[in-house]
């Protein structure tokens, strides 16, 4: 299996779990801030370490009118100072081929969302990077058709490639977890991340904003641990209730410790 390596992670078969972690949005920067502070205190205190997430723009909001982010460049500038500021890896999701590029001197994982894992001029931009990649499957395919995704990617020489798994669509407004997809996508010889929040969204199931259950993020994540992932993502935030983005998936910070510490104890049985 290809190991993916940044300044201070590795992912790879025998490595520790790793943990993505944030809230959804980027919702300013002394929340920014105050939020890597707590998750670096929660994993410093478990002797683990954490990349950090936030988005800058969610492009795939359910309205028109729902909050999307601060936007390219004032995000990678909040961003850029949590970096700086709590010395963590920053994570983020990128559109386009010129937002790829942009990100890509900032950030030091870049994310394809789900449903732009067939864009080929943007999996080429991120393979151009030479950056970690971080491909989510659509909600459409099967596991093995990431294959295809992956050579995108790959023939930029960028081997730095974590597959994850984000559910896939059962019906209208539902989507389903198949952890068989772990395994089958690591037989493609990478890594795989399980998004243990973005798995329990209804998608559209609100109306004007996706809908979702936090109650079931704890399941799914330990059992994604069980069958053997390389790393797990989980958006949180202090309050979801008042998120501006997912707020009924987002794992509140008060639940944050004791599923790191159930998560490593889970590996910890299975290795």
Not at 7 to 17: A, C, D, K, M, Q
Not at 214 to 220: A, E, N
Not at 237 to 254: G, I, M, W
Request: with cysteine; hydrophobic share 35%.
């Amino acid at each position: 299996m290809q190991s993916i390596k940044g300044s201070s992670f590795e992912i790879g078969e025998n490595t520790p779990l790793t943990f993505i972690l944030g809230p959804c949005v980027i919702e300013g920067e002394e929340k920014a801030l105050q939020a890597c502070a707590f998750i670096q205190q929660v994993t410093k205190e478990l002797g683990i370490s954490f990349i950090y997430k936030s988005s800058y723009d969610k492009a795939n909001r359910s309205s028109l009118d729902s909050y999307r982010g601060p936007g390219l460049e004032k995000g990678l500038k909040i961003l850029k100072k949590v970096k700086n500021t709590f010395k963590v890896p920053i994570f983020t999701d990128v559109h386009t081929p010129e937002e790829a590029l942009q990100a890509g001197e900032v950030c030091d994982f870049l994310q394809v969302p789900a449903f732009l894992c067939r864009q080929t001029d943007l999996l080429i931009a991120c393979g151009k990077t030479q950056k970690p990649i971080s491909l989510k499957k659509g909600q459409f395919l099967a596991p093995w058709d990431m294959e295809a995704a992956i050579q995108k990617i790959t023939a930029q020489g960028n081997h730095q490639v974590l597959l994850t798994e984000r559910g896939t669509s059962f019906g209208y407004n539902n989507l389903v977890a198949d952890l068989r997809s772990i395994p089958i996508m690591q037989e493609l010889g990478y890594p795989v991340c399980f998004d243990a929040t973005h798995s329990l969204q209804l998608p559209g199931k609100d109306k004007k904003e996706s809908g979702g259950d936090s109650r079931f993020v704890p399941y799914l994540a330990k059992a994604a641990v069980a069958a053997g992932c390389n790393a797990i993502y989980m958006e949180t935030h202090p309050n979801p209730k008042e998120a501006l983005s997912d707020k009924k998936t987002q794992l509140p910070f008060s639940k944050l410790k004791k599923l790191l510490q159930t998560c490593l104890q889970i590996q910890k049985a299975i290795k």
